[in-house]
Nanobody, 117 residues
Framework: QLQLVESGGGLVQAGGSLSISCAAS????????MGWYRQAPGKQRELVAT???????NYGDSVKGRFTIARDNAKNTVTLQMNSLKPEDTAVYYC???????????WGQGTQVTVSS
């Protein structure tokens, strides 16, 4: 059964950088697409970034040019490098994944990212 575990969240000042990771319990070669979403208090969960099996990426408008998603097939992880962080980036960040041959999307437990002004 696929499990996703996020790590690397924390507190950072505005303008700073932070990298968060998502470790999968199975090979990510089996993943059709993996992604990061975030949810701030009182707001709906929103897309941050996705990456498919071919390495093609997609970003939410609010993070384009600042965040970078990447896959490490050897480590079965997906990372999100976040630069030029803003207070409005404060949220719980969730990793998700869709495996080939299934319509079920797995979610991690989330990691808190807080950006202070």
């Amino acid at each position: 059964q696929l499990q996703l575990v996020e790590s690397g969240g924390g507190l950072v000042q505005a303008g700073g950088s932070l990298s968060i990771s998502c470790a999968a319990s199975v090979t990510i070669f089996s993943m059709k697409v993996m992604g990061w979403y975030r949810q701030a208090p009182g707001k709906q969960r929103e897309l941050v970034a996705t990456i498919n099996s071919s390495g093609s990426t997609n970003y939410g408008d609010s993070v384009k040019g600042r965040f970078t998603i990447a896959r490490d097939n050897a480590k079965n992880t997906v990372t999100l490098q976040m630069n030029s962080l803003k207070p409005e980036d404060t949220a719980v960040y969730y990793c998700n994944a869709l495996q080939w041959g299934t319509s079920l999307i797995a979610w991690g437990q989330g990691t808190q990212v807080t950006v202070s002004s």
